[in-house]
């Protein structure tokens, strides 16, 4: 399975960010997997933003809820990120992984660097 982030790397505050997660090798609707969206901003750790399901079901962090969404478009096996009204505290490394009914974090992309400035 490969995972290959997609989007802009440079935002302007107040604006949405829209990013995409190409999936190869393996369907996202494949039972029993969750995709994955976690970011690294610099110099912290590993941060879990949200997921969809196999089924649809999507699920989010709490402390970003209000300005996350995650969706996907099976017909090209993709799932994305929406943040609405990003700031620089959203500058991060940004990744999309699949994750396991265990938990484990099996395939990740590479990430994508995203800057918020203006």
């Known amino acids: 399975v490969q995972l290959q982030e997609s989007g802009p790397g440079l935002v302007k505050p107040s604006q949405a960010l829209s990013l995409t997660c190409t999936v190869s090798?393996?369907?996202?609707?494949?039972?029993?997997?969750?995709w994955t969206w976690i970011r690294q901003p610099p110099g912290k750790g590993l941060e879990w933003m949200g997921a969809?399901?196999?089924?649809?079901?999507?699920y989010y962090s709490p402390s970003l809820v209000s300005h996350t969404a995650i969706s996907r478009d099976t017909s090209k096996n993709q799932f994305s990120l929406q943040l609405t009204s990003v700031t620089p505290e959203d500058t991060a490394v940004y990744y999309c992984?699949?994750?396991?009914?265990?938990?484990?974090?099996?395939?990740w992309g590479q990430g994508t660097q995203v800057t918020v400035s203006s």
């Open positions: 992984t699949r994750m396991d009914l265990e938990r484990r974090f099996d395939y």
């Open positions: 090798g393996g369907s996202i609707t494949t039972s029993d997997y969750y």
């Open positions: 969809i399901a196999y089924d649809g079901s999507t």
